[in-house]
């Protein structure tokens, strides 16, 4: 990582931030290893809906129900209340508790033996990862020098395809060799013994350290967060206009293993291989050069933190289109590869933006409204609404249903550009 300026190596206390450039690297490759679990556990289940289906009898509209809603519902509701705290204490702390609780809910699925058994697990999965985003985008912000944090937090957003990848690798792999039931258990067992690892590495950092800013006394109040961000409307652009396009995104990575199986023919193991490949490669460059870009252009123009997601967003609906529609699986390898980059292409920059438009001891809980809009709409609907327009189009479609709920999606993406349009016009003033 070149990209990583070194300093001056200086004694530091406990609570400041830490000078040593390789001491960043190992905080951040931490926290880039737990979100990477977050997302194991959240996707998981997306490589496994054939077989659960197939055991408890579902429809989609309760597979739907189960992957989207049954996460979204606590993890937005307690993800306010749980980043107030944080903004008010020590912050490594409660990501290790919430990386504990999330990944026994993850085990606890796999004891499921009905959708209401395996709705209220996956409840308890959406607890413990209330825990665990928002605090690490404060985390980050206070490891990282502004020109470095849409890089940083890029890197950070990794997790999310490759969580993704290997939640659909490993959830088809030991379910091929198993059972679906074990691959929660194992999964989920994996992470309560990162827990003890990251809480012994990770210190805690001085809030607002590398921003110029006396040590705030104490994390400012939810109704005082709320105040400030209702005078900075780019920020209420850009989390709605990221929850449109999870509506889409969330419902892809939920949908798409269940479409190579119905729609290609493939089996369980060579979707989740087929679809892994696709988000590892595809998310990963897509995040990369998002951030990137951001920090290249959005220092002179912080409009661009928006700008460059919003082109993203309406790139991706032709890509989608043709891999959708196209009955080769070369073909739509290729195609699908595109828009999944151009798709997770916001994450550096719009994190990046939100640390800026409040200053540094609100920044766990304005993370967290942004992500209570972004997942309670993106997640919370998007993998239901997919789910449902596929079960409304099936007397019509049969398997081929999911591929034409896919194609209306896209929809989502175009909203979000605007919305990110708009909010682009008041960033420059809102940026602190």
Known sequence: ??????RVQTPAPADATPESPRYRKVVLAMLLLVYTFNFIDRQIVGILAVPIKADLGLTDTQLGLMGGL?????????GIPIAVLADRSNRTNIIGIALVVWSLMTAACGLAQNFWQLFLARLGVGVGEAGGVAPSYSLVADYFPPHQRARALGVYSFGVPIGSALGILLGGVIAALVDWRTAFVVVG????????LFRWVVREPRRGG????????AGASLGEVLRVLRARPSFWGLAFGASCSSMMGYGIYFWL???FVRSH???????????GAILLVGGVAGIWVGGLLADRFGASRRRMYALIPAGAFVATVPFYVIAVTSQSLVL????????VALGLLWLGPVTSAIQHVVPPHMRSTASAVFLFVNNLI????GTLALGALSDALATRFAADSLRYAILAGTGFYVVAAGLFLLSARRLERDWQ
């Open 378 to 381: 993106g997640l919370g609907v």
């Open 210 to 217: 590398l921003d110029g800013v006396p040590p705030a006394a």
């Open 70 to 78: 049954a996460f979204a519902l606590f993890y937005t509701l307690l």
């Open 1 to 6: 990582m070149s990209w990583y300026r070194p």
């Open 332 to 339: 739509s390898f290729a195609f699908f590869l595109v828009p």
């Open 265 to 275: 023919g493939l089996s369980l193991l060579d979707a989740s291989l087929y679809f």
């Open 189 to 196: 067992l994996a992470g309560v013994l990162l827990a003890p």
């Open 257 to 259: 293993p269940s479409f």
